[in-house]
């Protein structure tokens, strides 16, 4: 049977890495000072990056909803079956377009699926699809909650500010004010939103701290798989340092899809159970 699977543009992942099967992204639309760019298309990383570092004004929104119906459709008709994975509902409205597009075209071989992640987590879960359809699993809603039970996404970033901005920053909201002079270390709950995991009042101490929080996780699942990602480069050094002495499978630069709610000073990683 002949399957592609589609993502959006706050999939985060290596340069020149090959999923190994079809695939096609939906990018999102980035907005700087109200001037709007594609993500990943008609605006790079550093250039970005550049942007909120001299205080530009950054949004982004859902990827335009005609090239959506035509790809969908096209892909419709040439494959037996189409996948896609979307970022999380409660963090964007592109799962929501995509299922009223489909329904409306009745297009009944794709299948729409909520990673309720974003970012390097929504990688993934996009590998864990990939490869679940590739060995004959039929992959729901319900398989993608399990794949999402079986990750964590672990992140730091030097300001809450665009998190507190964009409305995301969900059961971190109370922490604001005493975050403000210590690092915060955080994750997204099974819905995609924001919440803190721990604190530490160093970058030292931080580094340590999700060192302990991936070694700890990676005792329960079985062959742990790990996808790191950062923003500006400085940040590599950071997550360089988190994932020393750990078999990592990939390092992502954060693109503006999820830079503009997150800011460009930021590093992390996804891990979870590993691939069959």
């Avoid at 409205?93 to 009223?100: P, Q, R």
């Avoid at 996009?126 to 590739?134: D, K, P, T």
């Avoid at 709610?261 to 891990?271: Q, R």
């Amino acid at each position: 049977m002949r399957t592609i699977y589609l993502y959006d543009s706050s999939v985060d992942y290596q340069p020149g890495l090959d999923f190994g099967v079809p695939t096609d992204v939906f990018p999102l639309k980035v907005y700087v000072n109200d001037k709007e760019y594609i993500d990943k298309v008609t605006i790079t990383d550093e250039e970005f990056y550049s942007h909120c570092l001299s205080g530009a004004k950054v949004t982004t929104s859902q990827p335009s909803r005609e090239e959506m119906r035509e790809k969908l459709e096209k892909y419709s008709k040439e494959y037996d079956k189409v996948y896609v994975v979307t970022i999380s509902q409660k963090l964007s409205g592109t799962y929501d377009a995509i299922s009223s597009i489909v329904r409306e075209q009745n297009l009944q071989n794709v299948v729409v699926l909520d990673s309720r992640s974003a970012s390097v987590k929504t990688t993934y879960i996009f590998y864990r699809v990939i490869n679940a359809v590739e060995n004959g699993i039929n992959v729901t809603q319900e398989v993608i909650q399990q794949f999402v039970r079986e990750s964590l996404l672990v992140f730091t970033v030097s300001t809450l500010e665009y998190l507190e901005r964009g409305g995301r920053i969900g059961k971190a909201q109370s922490l604001i004010g005493k975050l403000l002079k210590i690092k915060p270390i955080l994750s997204t709950d099974d819905d995609g939103y924001t919440y803190s995991l721990d604190t530490a009042r160093t970058m030292e101490g931080c580094i340590t701290k999700m060192r302990e929080i991936a070694a700890e996780f990676a005792k329960k699942v079985e062959n742990p798989m790990i996808i790191g990602g950062y923003g500006v480069s400085n940040m590599k050094t950071y997550l360089d340092k988190v994932l020393e002495d750990f078999k990592v499978h990939s390092v992502a630069r954060i693109g503006p899809g999820i830079a503009a709610h997150v800011g460009p000073e930021v590093f992390g990683f996804a891990i979870g159970r590993g691939l069959i």
